[in-house]
């Protein structure tokens, strides 16, 4: 399980006019069912944990991650946010600002998806299924931060941040685990059903 750092080796950033003309591509990403391409643990600050499987936790979210010990602004007592447990991306979205695969962990999130995550396919409520998992994603937003800047660019932020950036949700979005259990690099990504559509299933996983 290779462990890295976030030291930041010099990199050419993507112009806007580049990244736009790759956003054809994540908006090809599967609506339904997609593959989960890649877990991140961040085991202390500026410290990231590739892995090829894990166990995500409802006490912890992704085991081995310090989102547990990570105060938030969101609380009102400074505690962990628990709509925050994890940060789900597109992989195809990281590939494009990363360049190369290594790069990816640099966003800071933890799982990385072949999906669509946009807010009109995924909105908050919905279940995704990975793995024996079951994690629900919420309406808490994802924007970034300076780090994100310094690592992927000013043109970056700008466009995951502009009104189609957060329709499209390039940053990413929220999660919470919902149902234990054990996820690997490679499961199938399937989506469940919006909480907020089916009131009447709550006791449910989805189908």
Sequence with gaps: MPRTTDHIMPVRHLTTLELEAGLATVRQSPRDEGVLELVVARPREGERQV?????????????GDSWRSRS???TSDGLPHPDMQLNVM????VALLAGTKSRWPL???QLFVDL????????PGTRLAIGTA?????DQPHTGCGKFVERFGVDAMKLVNSELGRRLQLRGVHAKVVQPGRIRVGDLTTKLYSQEKHEGRRGRVGT
């Design 51 to 63: 892995l090829e499987d894990g166990e995500l936790s409802l006490r912890d979210g992704l085991v």
């Design 72 to 74: 938030s602004g969101r």
């Design 90 to 93: 597109n992989a195809r979205m």
């Design 107 to 109: 966003a800071g999130d």
């Design 116 to 123: 669509d995550l946009s807010a009109e396919n995924v909105p």
């Design 134 to 138: 079951v994690i629900e994603l919420t």
